[in-house]
């Protein structure tokens, strides 16, 4: 007779953002107290639906938290001159203590101008250089927002990361390649595999992991016939249906494998964003 599979813990990002906004709340509170009022910046440059749905979800956050942000919205015809001078302006300001430029930004923007120009002491994405370079020597300061809700989150669920097998599919540098960084930082340590479109067995690489990442944005990439049993896995990357719903890269018979998983929707963008405002935090504090 077959044991029944005990169902997959689920790894819900959404509860532990919903605390650490909690946790938050009261920093903000002392920090006012002591006459530190934490502000940030946000700019969108033009109007991408996406985008500008994830902008208003970290304004809310602020409203919950008690944090005061500027929403700065500019034509999607803006130059990277004209962007420059506002990032400009932002960084010379003492009384805004971050700023985040939302990509992906409009074709005619450099955008590696335009993140290099924004101050690594202001930069509550994490995505400047110089802070992914410390983050590379191995003395993180401001954390990119997404690895370090992925960390956060198996961290939480009590998941071991020391020693283990970690395949992440995606290089990107907002996520996979910062996030194979900071799993394999001394003092978490985990093996880590890189995977993307010039490696040679994807599927074989993943079934050796005890934690799958998936950050590419292929709609159910991860299927259970690749993942270990008791493995965790999180999806990062999503799609869109032609229906216009949001597709995870993983499948949803991964569950019937997996001993952790991340729900279809929202567990590590809400993480994300809780992120962006603990190094916020983390700025106004200093």
Same mark, same amino acid.
């Given at each position: 007779?077959?044991?029944?599979?005990?169902?997959?813990? %689920?790894?819900?990002?959404?509860?532990?953002?919903?605390?650490?906004?909690?946790?938050?709340?009261?920093?903000?509170?002392?920090?006012?107290?002591?006459?530190?009022?934490?502000?940030?910046?946000?700019?969108?440059? &033009?109007?991408?639906?996406?985008?500008?749905?994830?902008?208003?979800?970290?304004?809310?956050?602020?409203?919950?938290?008690?944090?005061?942000?500027?929403?700065?919205?500019?034509?999607?015809?803006?130059?990277?001159?004209?962007?420059?001078?506002?990032?400009?302006?932002?960084?010379?300001?003492?009384?805004?203590?971050?700023?985040?430029?939302?990509?992906?930004?409009?074709?005619?923007?450099d955008e590696i101008r335009v993140m290099t120009a924004v101050s690594p002491a202001k930069d509550i994405d994490g995505l400047h250089p110089q802070n992914l370079g410390l983050l590379m020597a191995g003395k993180p300061g401001l954390l990119p927002c997404t690895p370090a809700a992925i960390l956060a989150l198996l961290q939480d669920n009590a998941f071991?990361?020391? &020693?283990?097998?970690?395949?992440?599919?995606?290089?990107?540098?907002?996520?996979?390649?910062?996030?194979?960084?900071?799993?394999?930082?001394?003092?978490?340590?985990?093996?880590?595999?890189?995977?993307?479109?010039?490696?040679?067995?994807?599927?074989?690489?993943?079934?050796?992991?005890?934690?799958?990442?998936?950050?590419?944005?292929?709609?159910?990439?991860?299927?259970?016939?690749?993942?270990?049993?008791?493995?965790?896995? %999180?999806?990062?990357?999503?799609?869109?249906?032609?229906?216009?719903?949001?597709?995870?890269? %993983?499948?949803?018979? %991964?569950?019937?494998?997996?001993?952790?998983?991340?729900?279809?929707?929202?567990?590590? &963008?809400?993480?994300?964003?809780?992120?962006?405002?603990?190094?916020?935090?983390?700025?106004?504090?200093?």
């Amino acid at each position: 007779m077959t044991t029944p599979k005990t169902p997959a813990t %689920v790894l819900d990002g959404e509860a532990l953002a919903a605390r650490l906004r909690r946790e938050m709340a009261a920093q903000v509170a002392g920090l006012r107290a002591c006459g530190i009022a934490p502000k940030m910046v946000t700019v969108l440059v &033009g109007d991408d639906p996406a985008s500008a749905t994830y902008i208003g979800r970290k304004h809310a956050d602020c409203v919950e938290v008690g944090i005061e942000a500027i929403d700065l919205r500019l034509p999607s015809d803006t130059t990277t001159e004209a962007l420059l001078e506002r990032i400009a302006a932002v960084n010379a300001d003492p009384a805004i203590h971050g700023l985040m430029v939302q990509l992906p930004l409009p074709d005619q923007i450099d955008e590696i101008r335009v993140m290099t120009a924004v101050s690594p002491a202001k930069d509550i994405d994490g995505l400047h250089p110089q802070n992914l370079g410390l983050l590379m020597a191995g003395k993180p300061g401001l954390l990119p927002c997404t690895p370090a809700a992925i960390l956060a989150l198996l961290q939480d669920n009590a998941f071991p990361l020391a &020693g283990r097998r970690v395949a992440i599919i995606g290089r990107g540098q907002l996520v996979g390649r910062p996030l194979a960084m900071l799993l394999s930082a001394k003092g978490i340590d985990a093996t880590v595999t890189l995977l993307h479109s010039g490696s040679r067995d994807i599927a074989e690489d993943v079934r050796r992991a005890d934690i799958v990442i998936a950050a590419l944005g292929q709609p159910s990439f991860v299927t259970a016939d690749m993942v270990k049993p008791g493995a965790a896995v %999180v999806g990062v990357g999503i799609s869109y249906g032609t229906d216009g719903s949001m597709v995870s890269d %993983v499948a949803a018979d %991964v569950t019937d494998v997996a001993g952790w998983v991340t729900p279809p929707q929202g567990s590590v &963008g809400a993480l994300t964003r809780a992120m962006l405002l603990r190094n916020l935090l983390q700025i106004a504090a200093a």
